[in-house]
């Protein structure tokens, strides 16, 4: 019974040591100076700024920002607003933008691959969420082979690697898990 005991308190030792470093594991946050940078399709705000901040200091002479081909934001199409968005920039030589048709980070690769045809890039620097940053390497590494690094865009209204202290942090550290343990079992196989 002792041994029990024990085995269970370990156990539950051990649990909680891997729920208190879950949100930390899913941050990657290591660029590298790249051939192209890629600013992956989702948020608006954040991951954009971050491809910008990153464009500035030198990590890539040209950056590729992905946007949802389909999506509106009310009446006006997602893919013109970020075109003017572009357009107003004082990189905006440096920038284009790339229609993202697929729904998930997989599909992207597709349409990533498509935006990069006739440019040599060997190395790419990958811009996303914080808590996408794994998943994303490890999709991009598996379906789109590159010498890959990647930053993290970091938003402490929607996430931090103690997810526990918010609601909407538990969420997203919950979901990102989800679609992590999805692609290692069976998308990354497919």
């Known amino acids: 019974m002792a041994k029990l005991k024990l085995v269970l ?16 594991f899913l941050v990657v946050n290591q660029p590298r100076k790249s051939d192209v940078m890629v600013v992956l399709a989702g948020e608006t705000d954040r991951r954009p700024a971050r491809g910008l901040e990153l464009l500035e200091q030198g990590y890539a002479p040209r950056l590729i920002l992905d946007v949802p081909a389909k999506a509106k934001i009310y009446q006006w199409n997602q893919l013109e607003i970020a075109r003017k968005f572009v357009e107003g920039l004082p990189q905006a030589n440096a ?16 349409d990533v691959a498509r935006c990069l045809q006739g ?35 970091f938003d402490a209204s929607s996430f931090g690697a103690e997810w526990w202290r918010h609601r909407e942090w538990a969420k997203v550290n919950f979901e990102e898990w989800l679609k992590l343990i999805w692609w290692e079992l069976i998308d990354r196989w497919r």
């Open 119 to 153: 440019a040599t890039a060997h190395s790419i620097l990958l811009v996303t969420s914080d808590y996408h940053t794994r998943r994303a390497l490890s999709i991009f590494e598996r379906a789109l082979p590159a010498d890959y690094s990647v930053a993290a865009a």
């Open 9 to 24: 308190i370990l156990g539950g030792l051990f649990v909680t040591a891997l729920l208190a470093t879950s949100g930390r």
């Open 95 to 110: 920038i284009s933008v790339c229609p993202i048709y697929g729904h998930s980070t997989r599909d992207e690769v597709q």
